[in-house]
């Protein structure tokens, strides 16, 4: 079996992380050679407005250059890279990919199957990050720190935002509502606990933990979550049935005043009617970390509004997220020279 391992990484995640952890799991008896691409100092494209790439969502590289790098190797470990199906036809060494994310967006999953590839991912790399964001980002809106901060760059001393009737509110006195309860979902559970606030879940997919229905988080339907939440945080993947599922009607059941938080995926949302929802005060607030398309344009409307905070796509940027990511991938890459099964199959 071929030991020659293929990095492809970026100014995030650091090739060499990756072939230090690489060399710690599986000794000296591996041939490496790494790649750095420019991310983030470069955007990536993003397949989600339209794939250049045989339907592959945000990828950076060209397909040449990836395939010429990757050459003969029988490893490849990558962030960012695409893999396709004309690709893999180029690669008849390639058997095995270990993909840095949660979502293998940038594989063609089923060229792969059908060429013998095994691909594997590293789910939960960034959950830590993204839930302390999440958190940080529900504060901001709820204590008015953006509406303070902002105010104060303007020199603008805003006193009237300690009136009974305009200053923030306390999450111990809220309803927070997550739609989806994966690896970050269930960790902002577990976060918002110690604030007292109530905790409502949305996912038809898996049932919440005995410890949180103990806790007294309770497992509902998306409708109800939307009008009894204060703050409703998004956590799901994007899929056909979720793209753009906060739209004008699930907008139009959530109570006046609640705030949106979005560190997910932007195509979970559909952002003129979110613009519209927000414009009118229908919505009190958002937060939003994600983007259909990134960056977003200098003159989106949404940038317009005063009760909108926006980051650059920076919830799971941490450097624990980099190094579980790399440790999570050279365990994989062990495990698959040494023929054990692997942990994270996709």
Request: proline share 6%; with cysteine.
């Amino acid at each position: 079996m071929s030991r020659s391992i293929a990095i492809i990484g970026d100014r995030f995640m650091l090739p060499s992380m990756f072939a230090e952890r690489i060399n710690s799991a599986c000794g000296n008896g591996v041939d490496i050679r790494t790649l750095e691409q420019p991310w983030p100092d470069e955007p990536m494209e993003h397949g989600y407005a339209g794939s250049k790439l045989d339907g592959l969502k945000e990828f950076m590289g060209q397909p040449d250059e990836i395939t010429a790098f990757i050459g003969d190797a029988g490893l490849l470990v990558t962030h960012l890279a695409p893999i396709s199906r004309s690709m893999l036809e180029r690669l008849p060494n390639l058997k095995f990919i270990a993909v840095s994310r949660g979502g293998p967006v940038n594989i063609d999953l089923q060229a792969a199957r059908d060429h013998n590839v095994l691909v594997v991912n590293t789910p939960g790399r960034n959950a830590s990050a993204v839930a302390e964001f999440t958190i940080g980002a529900i504060l901001a809106e709820t204590r008015l720190i953006r509406s303070g901060h902002e105010a104060l760059r303007a020199g603008e001393w805003r006193g009237d935002l300690y009136r009974a009737d305009r200053t923030g509110r306390e999450l111990g006195e809220m309803t927070v509502g997550i739609v989806g309860y994966g690896a970050i979902g269930s960790r902002v559970v577990k976060l918002l606990k110690a604030f007292g606030c109530r905790i409502l879940v949305a996912d038809p997919y898996v049932q919440i933990s005995a410890q949180d229905r103990n806790d007294g988080v309770e497992h509902v339907a998306l409708g109800e979550l939307l009008a009894r939440a204060d703050v409703v945080t998004l956590h799901a993947r994007v899929t056909p049935e979720t793209t753009g599922f906060i739209g004008r009607d699930a907008l139009a059941q959530v109570k006046q005043g609640a705030l949106l938080i979005n560190t997910a995926r932007g195509p979970l949302v559909d952002y003129a009617a979110l613009h519209d929802a927000l414009a009118s005060g229908h919505l009190g607030g958002a937060m939003l970390d994600t983007f259909a398309v990134e960056p977003v344009p200098a003159d989106w409307p949404l940038l317009q509004l005063p009760n909108v905070t926006l980051t650059p796509h920076i919830a799971g940027a941490s450097v624990r997220t980099v190094t579980v990511a790399a440790e999570q991938a050279a365990e994989e890459v062990r495990r698959f020279l040494a023929g054990e099964p692997p942990l994270h199959p996709c």
